[in-house]
């Protein structure tokens, strides 16, 4: 074999490694390309507005994409409740419907949202006067545990679905609560407390 016949047959051999990967790549190309999400506390503090007439402090959660691929028709459940006995354990509470979180300033309560950078999404809130933290979802059927109460802490297990992104994992929000209300936010943080937890 002489060296130009060498190196006609690696230039071959290279064009068609070439071509293999584009047509893999045009099959099954949201496949390849990597997606991953992440959830960050907008703020603790939370942002006090009015919910009807009612002083109410929304909580809100960002969903963050941290890869360069558009995530598409995103949505987030609540896929399951804990609650904080009193030996500091965390047992899970019976939910028969994953209910789906709603974002931020959206008039439909099951709205899906593409994902470029990042978007919002209403965690929860606690009305002036009120017995309990509700989380922002629906449906909420009749036999829904996942109001949180004074003086108990509940994990909340967040799931995000889009058609080219699948749960690795689910998320963990924990909220606790002692039972104060007060519109001052700076106050308020240390009577309602939600953060992040990993695993």
């Not at 603790?44 to 009612?54: F, M, N, Y």
């Not at 558009?70 to 006995?85: A, G, P, T």
């Not at 309560?109 to 606690?126: C, K, S």
């Amino acid at each position: 074999m002489t060296c130009y016949e060498g190196w006609n047959l690696f230039s071959n051999f290279l064009i068609a490694i070439g071509t293999i990967g584009a047509v893999l790549t045009a099959i099954f190309g949201i496949r390849i390309r990597r997606t991953k999400l992440d959830v960050i506390v907008l703020n603790a503090q939370g942002e006090l507005t009015k919910h009807g007439v009612k002083p109410t402090i929304y909580y809100h959660l960002k969903i963050k994409n941290c890869r360069k691929v558009s995530i598409k028709n995103c949505r987030v459940f609540l896929k399951k409740v804990e609650q904080k006995q009193p030996n500091g354990e965390y047992v899970e509470l019976p939910m028969s419907v994953s209910p789906q979180y709603r974002w931020t300033a959206s008039v439909n309560p099951f709205e899906n949202r593409d994902i470029v950078t990042e978007n919002v999404l209403d965690f929860g809130f606690i009305e002036e006067n009120s017995e309990k933290f509700y989380p922002h979802v629906n449906p909420i059927v009749d036999i829904f545990k996942g109001f949180l109460k004074p003086n108990e802490s509940f994990k909340y297990f967040l799931e995000i679905i889009a058609d080219n992104y699948r749960p690795k994992k689910l998320f963990i929000i924990e909220v606790s609560w002692d039972g104060t209300w007060t519109s001052n936010l700076d106050e308020m943080k240390n009577h309602l407390i939600i953060r992040r937890i990993d695993k």
